[in-house]
């Protein structure tokens, strides 16, 4: 697969996720263990009106995001979080901002990756690292049937 065709998948599954859909993430950059998703600023990701800065839940929701998008790059899907652990570093300001995702490692059952996000200054407003499930679930009896 070529980048692009590889960012084209990793876009559409991205969407695939309600809340990524409405945060208009985009994957701008991929390459084997490694990504850059976009986040277009929002009015409604204030969690200060007055200091018009990004709710902390959207910061983690983005290090979630690109920890486990850069396993994805390898796994060919997103893993299921496990654990996750979030640093705020400063407050993002309104206007977009880059997540970049790193797998630190991938084993059979278990991956980890870190991630750090970037405002448009280019300065890391927060960062985190994220353990994951990587082995395939098993399907419940009852979604093999078809049933569920």
């Given at each position: ?81 496990i654990d996750m652990r979030v640093d705020y570093h400063a407050m993002a300001q309104s206007g977009d901002l880059v997540a970049r995702g790193k797998i630190l490692r991938l ?42």
């Amino acid at each position: 697969m070529s980048l692009t065709e590889d960012q084209q998948w990793l876009n559409v599954r991205l969407r695939r996720n309600h809340f990524c859909k409405w945060l208009d993430l985009r994957v701008i950059r991929a390459a084997d263990g490694e990504i850059d998703i976009f986040a277009p600023w929002r009015e409604e990701i204030v969690s200060n009106p007055d200091l018009r800065f990004t709710h902390g839940g959207v910061l983690a929701t983005l290090v979630d995001t690109a920890a486990s998008f850069a396993i994805a790059t390898r796994l060919g899907r997103p893993p299921q979080t496990i654990d996750m652990r979030v640093d705020y570093h400063a407050m993002a300001q309104s206007g977009d901002l880059v997540a970049r995702g790193k797998i630190l490692r991938l084993g059979r059952t278990i991956g980890s990756a870190e991630a750090a996000i970037f405002d448009t200054a280019n300065r890391m407003v927060s960062s985190g690292r994220a353990t994951f499930l990587v082995v395939e679930s098993k399907p419940s009896a009852t979604n093999a049937a078809g049933t569920g």
